[in-house]
């Protein structure tokens, strides 16, 4: 019986059990990908795409190598998001995560880390849409854990 069968059996009508997975081995030894449901624009084809419209939920690429300070946040709708910017790494930890990889307590960065592209009221419907598409991408590219970031 698999564990999320296992965590629902034994709690009756209650609430449905958090969807996890135990780390097979240390992270030290682990790939880990951010991914934030946060209004960051990552660079696209041809430059950056400042922009992004309330209810935008694009799944977007951030390569793993961008700094905070070139994920910008943004409004196409005049909407003011300036308190984004004042420190990017609430949102998307790339500092930090790389931190943790140096000091040996993660194993690597994954190549490219996943942000949904706006402001949405309605989050559970595009986590619903994209869930399966960034799930694929992470398998890709072997991920072990994903570090999930609610903004």
Known sequence: ???????????????????WTPLRRPLADCRLALVAS????APSGGGFDRGVTVGDPTLRDVPGEASAEALVAASRDGADASAANLDRNLAMAL????EA?????????NGRHLALGGVMAATDRAVRRQA????RRLLDDAVDVALLVPT
């Open 38 to 41: 946060s209004v960051c624009a």
């Open 132 to 135: 399966a598409a960034a799930v």
């Open 1 to 19: 019986m698999s564990l999320l069968r296992r965590r629902a059996a034994g709690r009756g009508n209650g609430p449905a059990p958090e969807p």
């Open 101 to 109: 990889v140096a000091d040996g307590r993660l194993g690597e960065l």
């Open 95 to 98: 500092e930090r995560l790389r």
